[in-house]
């Protein structure tokens, strides 16, 4: 804009900040950045940069350590004159005529008269402990390691630095300590840093006002119980959770807020509520806490990608499987970057070759450590929209996304594709037309049609987004993403203020929190993600956004190398939507040693239900030839738990499993999920039982397979694997929308035939005629659930029957097996004791019922060294299986996984829990 436009803004601007238009304020900043920038000369720009900036640090510095501000204040209002600000420390009045005439040449504080001065806003803010804190770190700290940047870019020939004690500031200071335990040796700093950190965010809309913290935690047991609500990782001083508290003081559970133990030692207890419990943990350690929700503000951009993951995967040992790690951070924007984030990405860099990120990166990131972004969550942006229609707008856009990420497949309720937005009057009509190949944008290498140009394509995908900022940012994600990811929750803020950077705002204005969502993308963000897709990332085939794939190693996500996709598309869609699917993908690398799962996903449980109700996912291979192999027939090396040996039917190097995988037939519907997943004498079947608020996958595999198999459980929505997890075990996963897993596959190979042997019966014939049909001679499905047959209670507890619907206390011991019956609210609970190693999972009607066992003493390990037990642990116990010479029972709690050999069922007691009392037979 031109000086004149821009004083125009900024009258108009200011107008509106006086009549209290909301976001009128935000933009003003901007504006006088703007004009300021139109009316300096080159020289100007300068003496503004290399002489006023650094002297403005300075003498605010000197000023701090003089007690000039200080004595202003205690002015009250009131001058102060040149020998009375050199007074507290005994300083030359003659210097500190200099230092105070340059502090008022810059408006840091006000000159009255021939040397005097009086206190403004800012110096007196500068006597308050985050200000001031902010002022020494920022100076003492901060702007040394920036003034180091351009020499140390040079000696390393300017390579994007990612070396955490390698960083502009371990070559200013001449350290090889990181940030953090550089300046933990420094009190000083240690507290000028937290105190900071205790007001950067002020002014900014707080996390709480648009994530919904009271639907996550409602079901948060009282804190009398020891439940544990809230886990501020790295928090800090606690005032994160210090808002929290004031916002909502009746919140069922604890608040913990965890930091280095010096910060932690730094609180002074009397200033933190009593609510609120401190602990010092190093987040680099596993997470000690089961929590609901574990908080990460400003946690992540401190870090390099690979100690941003391990940090994620530590906090991850403290979920369960409802909990979620919500991270707040910075969203950089492709472009329209704000001068606070841009200036927080270098400082970032300075401090510790860190980074702030843009959505693709988040993603990566979190799903490299092996979670999923569920949703996004951002404030409603009072400055980019101001008028009711885009309120109104955005909160049925929020409503819309919703429903798209019910629906697995981004489109809306609105039925646009979410490349080209054409419209749709039903909701498969986008899905076809991806199917068709006929969307001009998607990223489909057989597309035929030519892609609109960039100007069109913004100027659509503007008005598909809704509200919009009128700023040059327009490419940023300012929309929320609902697209049932993980929990990345971001923010922009101004000068690291917490919130997410896609923000059209400039960064000292922005009180924008934008939620980041993993996964599915949204329609609204696939044109931009589309166009920046990595060449490391999976590669899409036709509908990427749905894609469930494999991944060789969580922790290497940036290398996945896959050479199919799987898709998973929701059964309630046409029935051409089930046919898609599935994949040979090689793997490239085994997994080895943890399989657990874990995962992200924010979600409204209000919102969820009634759209997972209606969802059935099937994946089928699409080219079941590509996976035939006589490697499936080699004699295996077979695993025998028991004695910890190897043998059997002879050798099957695990290179030659590893190098070959196959999917396997995997139904869900809405009871379960049933899955093909080898072929005898290999022979394994999965299973599945989703409780009311999750999804259980359970196999049980024949021990042999213990090598050659593994299963994974990809994101339904990610596009890439969430981590490979053990076959054997039962792996839970939040039952949301967002959750839908799955792929499973295995190392071994089989074709379409030999995976449905097992359920031969069961299978539907289409299965087989539509076998080498399709686009590619894939087979082509419709939806079909394969239900084995599990085993009935009576048949899994022979001497353990109840003698009668209503007893309790049922009780045949005649081999030592108790078996009692108590009513519940829900049904009725079976509890078993099973001295001789009774356990298994009881079915009636094609339902699976789960039974939960207790050990009833320590465990360590068994003889695969799977299974820790703790006396009291409860575990999930799976149908048990003959295999090798044991008779074994998967099962899987969290971290205890693998077969449970029979003979330390004599410590379990189960409880069996199911809707109806079991029959006999
Ligand atoms: C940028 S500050 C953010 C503080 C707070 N979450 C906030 O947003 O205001 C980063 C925090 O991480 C903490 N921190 C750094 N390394 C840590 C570690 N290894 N374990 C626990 N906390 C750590 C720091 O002490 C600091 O409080």
Not at 298 to 306: A, G, T
Not at 519 to 542: F, I, L, W
Not at 651 to 669: G, I, Q
Not at 781 to 803: A, E, H
Request: charged residues 25%.
């Amino acid at each position: 804009m031109e000086t004149t436009q821009l004083i125009e803004a900024i009258t108009q601007c200011n107008r509106d900040v006086s009549n209290g238009v909301p976001g009128a304020r935000e933009k003003l900043l901007p504006l006088t950045y703007q004009l300021s920038a139109s009316v300096e000369t080159p020289t100007q720009m300068i003496w503004s940069t290399f002489s006023t900036g650094p002297l403005r640090a300075a003498t605010v510095r000197i000023a701090i350590d003089l007690d000039i501000f200080e004595t202003l204040k205690a002015a009250d209002g009131g001058s102060t004159s040149i020998l009375d600000l050199a007074k507290p420390r005994n300083a030359s009045p003659d210097l500190v005529r200099r230092i105070a005439a340059f502090l008022a040449s810059v408006d840091v504080i006000l000159e009255t008269g021939v040397d005097a001065y009086s206190a403004t806003r800012i110096s007196n803010a500068l006597t308050t402990p985050g200000i001031l804190g902010g002022a020494i770190y920022g100076h003492d700290i901060m702007s040394r390691s920036m003034w180091e940047i351009p020499s140390y870019l040079s000696k390393r020939s300017y390579q994007n630095p990612s070396n955490p004690v390698d960083a502009p500031l371990q070559d200013a200071f001449n350290t090889k300590e990181h940030f953090f335990p550089y300046i933990s040796a420094n009190p000083l700093l240690v507290k000028s840093f937290a105190d900071f950190m205790g007001v950067y965010r002020d002014g900014k809309e707080h996390w709480t006002t648009f994530y919904p913290l009271r639907e996550r935690l409602q079901h948060v047991p009282d804190s009398s119980s020891g439940a544990i609500a809230l886990v501020d990782v790295g928090g800090g001083l606690g005032h994160d959770l210090a808002t929290v508290l004031a916002q909502h003081p009746d919140l069922s559970g604890k608040l913990v807020v965890q930091d280095r133990k010096e910060v932690i030692d730094s609180i002074d207890p009397a200033k933190l509520d009593a609510g609120i419990h401190r602990e010092a943990h190093d987040f680099f350690s596993p997470q000690p806490r089961k929590a609901k929700l574990f908080y990460l503000h400003s946690i992540l951009h401190d870090w390099d990608d690979e100690n941003c993951i391990k940090i994620l995967q530590n906090v991850s040992k403290g979920m369960d499987v409802d909990s979620r790690i919500a991270i707040n951070d910075l969203l950089v924007p492709d472009r329209g970057s704000s001068r606070s984030l841009t200036s927080m990405d270098l400082g970032m860099m300075a401090l510790g070759s860190a980074t702030e990120r843009t959505e693709r990166q988040w993603r990566q990131l979190v799903e490299t450590a092996g979670l999923r972004v569920t949703k996004v969550f951002r404030p409603f942006d009072p400055s980019t929209s101001t008028s009711k229609k885009d309120t109104r707008a955005y909160r049925s856009h929020l409503k819309t996304k919703r429903h798209a990420d019910n629906a697995g497949l981004a489109p809306p309720s609105g039925f646009s594709c979410q490349y080209c937005e054409q419209n749709f009057t039903r909701k498969e009509g986008p899905i076809r037309h991806l199917e068709r190949n006929q969307c001009p944008k998607a990223p489909n290498p057989k597309r035929k049609h030519e892609s609109l140009d960039s100007r069109a394509d913004d100027a659509k995908r503007r008005a598909c987004v809704g509200p919009r900022s009128d700023s040059t940012a327009s490419d940023d994600i300012d929309e929320d993403i609902d697209s049932g990811y993980g929990g990345l929750y971001a923010r922009e803020g101004a000068g690291g203020g917490p919130s997410i950077a896609s923000s059209s705002k400039s960064p000292e204005d922005s009180t924008t929190d934008h939620t980041v969502s993993a996964g599915a993308p949204s329609p609204y963000e696939y044109p931009r993600k589309a166009s920046n897709v990595s060449a490391d990332m999976p590669t899409p085939v036709q509908l990427p956004p749905l894609s469930a794939v494999w991944s060789p190693e969580y922790s290497t996500a940036p290398s996945i190398s896959h050479n199919a996709t799987s898709y998973l598309l929701p059964a309630h869609q046409s029935p051409t939507a089930y046919s898609h699917t599935a994949t040979s993908s090689s793997l490239t690398r085994a997994t080895t040693g943890d399989s657990e799962m874990t995962e992200t996903s924010w979600y409204n449980p209000a919102e969820e239900d009634e759209d997972d109700e209606k969802q059935s996912f099937l994946i089928m291979p699409n080219n079941p030839r590509s996976m035939s192999s006589p490697a499936l027939h080699t004699p295996r090396q077979v695993f025998d738990p028991t004695t910890g040996h190897t043998g059997g039917e002879g050798p099957r190097p695990l290179s030659d499993a590893m190098e070959r995988m196959s999917l396997k037939n995997v139904v869900m519907n809405n009871h379960s999920i049933d899955a093909a997943v080898s072929k005898t004498p290999d022979s394994s079947a999965a299973s599945a039982t989703r409780g009311p608020s999750r999804f259980s996958l359970a196999t049980s595999t024949a021990t042999s397979d213990y090598n050659a198999k593994r299963l994974s459980f990809t994101s339904l929505l990610g596009g890439s694997s969430i981590k490979s997890v053990h076959p054997s075990a039962v792996y839970s996963v939040p039952h949301s929308r967002t959750a839908s897993l799955l792929t499973i596959g295995s190392r071994s190979t089989m074709s379409l035939d030999e995976m449905a042997a097992p359920f031969a019966s069961e299978v539907d014939p289409e299965l087989r005629d539509h076998r080498g049909k399709g686009d590619q001679g894939e087979g082509r499905i419709r939806r079909k659930v394969f239900r084995p047959n599990l085993p009935s209670i009576s048949s899994l507890f022979p001497q353990s029957r109840p003698r009668s619907r209503d007893s309790n206390n049922t009780d045949d011991s005649s081999e030592g097996l108790t078996l009692t019956s108590s009513n519940r609210a829900d049904g009725v609970q079976w509890d078993l004791l099973a001295p001789t190693g009774s356990a298994g999972t009881a079915s009636k009607g094609g339902k699976s019922h789960q039974l939960w066992v207790r050990a009833l003493e320590d465990h360590s390990e068994d003889a695969r060294g799977a299974l820790t037990l703790r006396k009291g642990d409860e575990i999930q116990v799976l149908p048990h299986h003959r295999s090798g010479n044991g008779e074994w029972y998967g099962i899987n709690q969290d971290s205890k996984k693998g077969f449970f050999p029979r003979k330390h069922c004599a410590v379990l007691q189960g409880r069996l829990y199911h809707p109806t009392i079991p029959e006999e037979g």
